[in-house]
């Protein structure tokens, strides 16, 4: 008999014999008033920066002020990729700023989901970039959140 | 004394279904253990149609033939590890080391303690048994920074610039798992670095390990636990990183690895099987009273704590006698734990099957002549005079290298009176 067989085997033998059910029900009530406040007082709490805008005209200046300095950014915004035919990760090494679109925020815990297809691909990016910067869609405004890396 | 977060006073305020959430936690856990088997095959089943391998170990032994078969079946000899008890536990990296690979623990906690070459103190805060100056030192001799330094962000500067080197030169990336959902083959791997996935995003080869009872049944699950897991170990809302693998990226290889050692015998155990529902928070380690005065490395274990005491037994109950001894069983363990384990029970418990089998190897007698001597109050008025007048008068006599509870740890200050 194999690992697996082996394993399989003991457990089926030792497991407890009593069923107990699984919940029926994992929701709760959802948290009430700003949501976009909340999240951004918890991202702020845990050392990222908000920017809040109405306009989206205004993002493209923000950026331009906060990172105008950096060499190497790429941005991957409204389907639009700087970065093609990368076919090593270890390419990105360089990158300094990835501006990237979030799915959603959470406002409990400041959390931003994002997928493999919002990172263009690009698994490591990230990570691997110096700066992240994700864009926030606020219902029907803008919102600008930034993450900043520890330094 | 060590201070770590305590983290339980906050969450219910924060999160007002925060008892709710530890009940449904429970109820997962132990609905799971009931069908382990069929879980972990499930798990198996969808993971391998999304193109992972999946092995199975079951002692350590097997676990360290795996990781090393895959390393050799490469020609591979760096890789980067990002945090997992069960790879101490299986005491790996000497392994590997002893077979010409090098290991870089990533977190950085655990880098600090590998170029220290001591074992980690604490299962979600490694190097909590270290000052800063500890820190600066062992940067000085090992990473070049300047001497006598202990700012954090310089060092912890120097960490990240070194550590990024490491990642990109890595061949293979291991790394734990934290949640493996059975529905979806996937798995969950929580960090507040980033290290798990600097390493499985540039690696070749990405091996991630688990203890079978990491397996939960559906993806929806993750939203309980998740909402616990962070708060629970250093009050955080939830860690930086949370990252979901599903599949290897195109030309990757993605490897899972399934554990035994010892747990399958934990499961037989009636009383103390619910220890398997534990998620490696630490808040039972944050709350010991016991943990705060003696720290990680005196429970000898690769897990320390409440938890460890009441899963160590199971693994050697020779070498660990000593630990379901190392309480006052006060209970916060229990009243902290999200998944709700009775941890000081099972504590007690364990002192009466370790003392059946004949350990920790004092007799009735040669106990009852202790607690008698103890209790006695001449002689417990002799002792703390002499303590007292020693630590006053001759502190010297008790801080030195020659005395062990010195060693790491700082005596408190003499009480006035004599």
């Known amino acids: 008999m194999n690992s697996r067989e082996k394993m399989l085997d003991t457990i089926r033998r030792n497991k407890p014999s009593g069923a107990v059910a699984l919940p029926e029900k994992i929701a709760f009530g959802y948290l009430d008033g700003d949501l976009a406040r909340a999240f951004s007082e918890v991202l702020r709490s845990i050392g990222g920066e908000v920017i809040g ?44 700023l990835a501006v990237l679109q979030g799915r959603f925020g959470v406002a409990e815990n400041g959390a931003v989901w994002l997928t493999e297809a919002d990172m263009g691909g690009h698994r490591v990016l990230p990570f691997i970039t110096q700066h992240l910067a994700i864009f926030l869609k606020k219902r029907t405004s803008w919102q600008y959140a930034r993450g900043i890396r520890a330094h | 004394m060590v201070r770590a977060p305590e983290t339980r006073p906050r ?81 790996l990296n000497p392994f590997l080391e002893k077979n010409g690979i090098e290991v870089v623990d990533t977190d950085l906690g655990e880098r600090i303690v590998q170029l220290r070459k001591e074992p980690p103190s604490h299962i979600v805060l490694p190097a909590i048994h270290l000052k800063r100056q500890e820190v600066g030192d062992t940067f000085h001799e090992h990473l070049g920074t300047e001497a006598g330094a202990s700012d954090p962000q310089y060092l912890t500067e120097a960490a990240r610039q070194h550590l990024r080197e490491k990642f990109i030169g890595a061949d293979l990336a291991m790394t734990g798992v934290n949640f493996a959902v059975a529905e979806t083959g996937g798995f969950v791997v929580c960090t507040n670095e980033g290290n798990a996935d600097m390493g499985a995003h540039l690696a070749g080869v990405h091996i991630a390990c688990m203890g079978f009872e990491k397996i939960i049944p559906k993806t929806e699950h993750l939203g309980v636990f998740l909402r616990l897991l962070a708060r629970s170990a250093t009050g955080q809302p939830v860690t930086t990183y949370s990252s979901h693998f599903q599949k290897p990226r195109p030309g990757q290889e993605m490897h899972v690895i399934i554990v035994d050692n010892g747990r399958s015998a934990q499961l037989a155990r009636p009383g103390f099987r619910h220890s398997l529902k534990c998620i490696r928070c630490g808040a039972c380690i944050n709350t010991c009273p016991v943990y705060r005065r003696s720290g990680g490395h005196s429970y000898h274990n690769a897990v320390s704590g409440p938890i460890g005491i009441i899963l160590a037994p199971n693994l050697d109950m020779k070498k660990n006698a000593d630990l379901p001894f190392a309480s006052t069983l006060c209970g916060s363990c229990t009243h902290v734990c999200p998944v709700k384990i009775d941890i000081h029970d099972q504590i007690w418990r364990w002192r009466q099957v370790v003392t059946e089998a004949g350990m920790p190897g004092f007799s009735k ?47 408190p200050a003499a009480a006035g009176k004599f």
Request: one cysteine or more.
């Open chain 1, 53 to 96: 805008t109405e306009n989206p005209a205004d993002i493209e200046l923000a950026l331009q002020k906060r990172f105008g300095h950096l060499k190497n950014a790429v941005s991957l915004l409204n389907g639009h990729s700087s970065l093609k035919n990368i076919a090593d990760p270890h390419e990105l090494a360089g990158i300094e």
């Open chain 2, 365 to 411: 007698m040669e106990r009852q002549d202790f607690a008698n001597r103890v209790i006695e109050p001449g002689n417990v008025s002799r002792c703390g005079k002499t303590s007292r007048f020693m630590l006053h008068f001759a502190p010297f006599l008790l801080k030195n290298r020659l005395n062990p509870w010195f060693k790491n740890r700082e005596l």
């Open chain 2, 11 to 91: 969450s219910p305020g924060q999160v007002p279904e925060w008892e709710s959430l530890r009940e449904l936690a429970s109820q997962i856990k132990e609905h799971t253990l009931a069908r382990l088997d069929s879980y972990l095959l499930e798990f198996e089943r969808k993971a391998q149609e999304n193109g992972i391998q999946v092995h199975w170990a079951a002692d350590a032994a097997g676990h360290n033939r795996i990781v090393l078969d895959i390393l050799q079946k490469h020609g591979f000899r760096k890789m980067v590890k990002s945090k997992s008890m069960l790879t101490e536990e299986c005491h």
